[in-house]
T-cell receptor, first 110, second 112 residues
Framework: SQTIHQWPATLVQPVGSPLSLECTVE??????LYWYRQAAGRGLQLLFY??????ISSEVPQNLSASRPQDRQFILSSKKLLLSDSGFYLC?????????FGPGTRLTVL | GENVGLHLPTLSVQEGDNSIINCAYS??????FIWYKQESGKGPQFIID?????DKRQGQRVTVLLNKTVKHLSLQIAATQPGDSAVYFC???????????FGKGTTLSVSS
């Protein structure tokens, strides 16, 4: 069966510090991969999606970036965090239909 | 542009009642819709999906209805239980079919 992992589960970072969140998927090959952000009490905002290694599509302009160095690995990064980057970050994978979400990373930028 | 939203931000029901959560979408070209359930502090969980060639689909205690004429989607939960308390999101596939667009969510509260 397929599983999706995210780490860390929680993170507290100062403004201006770098960020690296990792997501890995097991049990499937060539998945579509997604990064979402969810602000408190709000819906999911799609940040990036990838249909293959090295292929990244960005949905909104921001100071975040994504990379897919391996088929089942998706990384969300920032060189300098802003206060507005705080939120719940969710990684998801899809085989072309429904998306399956990871447990999320709660990021607080102080 | 593409927009998926929900009619009500909150819904409170008694245990055992049937719940109906509604969603309106604006992209008539969308052909795939999903309902997700998100419990506090967790990632969304898939509940049920429906394609535009159908108007109804049933799962265990859940039914999704699609009315393409008025671009309306609903989730019906039968015999609602306290464990159903969560935020429910509808989502539609974007025009490229590569990503989902989520609505803002409806918080369902079930009291015993």
């Amino acid at each position: 069966s397929q599983t999706i992992h995210q780490w860390p589960a929680t993170l507290v970072q100062p403004v201006g510090s770098p960020l690296s969140l990792e997501c890995t998927v097991e049990g499937t090959s060539n998945p579509n991969l997604y990064w979402y952000r969810q602000a408190a009490g709000r819906g999911l905002q799609l940040l990036f999606y990838s249909v293959g290694i090295g292929q990244i599509s960005s949905e909104v302009p921001q100071n975040l970036s994504a990379s897919r160095p391996q088929d089942r690995q998706f990384i969300l990064s920032s060189k300098k965090l802003l206060l507005s980057d705080s939120g719940f970050y969710l990684c998801a994978w899809s085989g072309g239909g429904e998306q399956f979400f990871g447990p999320g990373t709660r990021l607080t930028v102080l | 542009g593409e927009n998926v939203g929900l009619h009500l931000p909150t819904l409170s029901v008694q245990e055992g009642d049937n719940s109906i959560i509604n969603c309106a979408y604006s992209n008539s070209a969308s052909d795939y819709f999903i309902w997700y359930k998100q419990e506090s502090g967790k990632g969304p969980q898939f509940i049920i999906d429906i394609r535009s060639n159908m108007d109804k689909r049933q799962g265990q205690r859940v039914t999704v209805l699609l009315n393409k004429t008025v671009k309306h989607l609903s989730l019906q939960i039968a015999a609602t239980q306290p464990g159903d308390s969560a935020v429910y999101f509808c989502a539609e596939a974007n025009q490229a079919g590569t990503a989902l667009i989520f609505g803002k969510g409806t918080t369902l509260s079930v009291s015993s």
